[in-house]
């Protein structure tokens, strides 16, 4: 039988397909359930909308912020290299705090993989990893979105690839208020 763990794990949720922050915020309640304390950073979520998940996850008294300027391709370069740089900030302001038991970095990986405008000097693999290093013993952190670099595979305790079958947006169907915000 295993020995318990008594460090925080890495957690990645990554793929193509629907399902990744879901898991992420199922895995936050649960934590909390056990009394756990929880923060929810949303690296390309904009503040500008309103999400149910943000809605239910404030209702249940869990910390959570939409910290992005939305789509890529919606704005600027510069207003989307603003926001990351906050999100950046802000995310290893809570991490390095010691306040948190849990921590989900949402679209983390969406963040990473941005090719429209650099970011690599706003925030590269290298210091995802060096936060993972230097994160609180005891700190779970969760890394969420599509196209997880291998570096953070590799350094991960836990990994799920959520793979797309079927969806019906691929059939011109628009997001559903509910079920995909």
């Known amino acids: 039988m295993p020995t318990p ?6 957690i990645v949720y990554t793929g193509d397909g629907k399902g990744k922050t879901t898991a992420a915020l199922g895995l936050a309640l649960r934590a909390v359930g056990r009394g756990m304390n929880v923060a929810v950073l949303q690296f390309l979520k904009s503040p500008e909308r309103t999400y149910g998940e943000q809605l239910a996850l404030r ?13 890529t391709w919606t704005k600027t370069a510069d207003v989307h290299r603003q926001a990351l740089q906050r999100a950046w900030t802000l995310a290893k302001q809570y991490v390095h ?8 970095l949402d679209e983390l990986n969406n963040a990473l993989a941005i090719d429209r405008f650099p970011v690599d000097d706003i925030i590269s693999v290298e210091d995802v990893l060096e936060l ?31 793979t797309l079958v079927k ?4 059939q011109g169907e628009a997001a559903m208020k509910g079920i995909e915000f």
């Open 5 to 10: 763990r008594r460090s925080g794990r890495v």
């Open 59 to 71: 209702r249940l008294g869990i910390e959570v912020h939409q910290l992005g300027a939305g789509f």
């Open 97 to 104: 705090s010691g306040q948190y038991d849990l921590i989900v």
């Open 132 to 162: 993972i290093r230097t994160r609180p013993p005891s700190l779970h952190l969760v890394i969420t979105g599509r196209s997880a670099r291998p570096e953070l595979i590799a350094v991960a305790d836990i990994v799920t690839k959520m």
């Open 167 to 170: 969806h019906d947006y691929e």
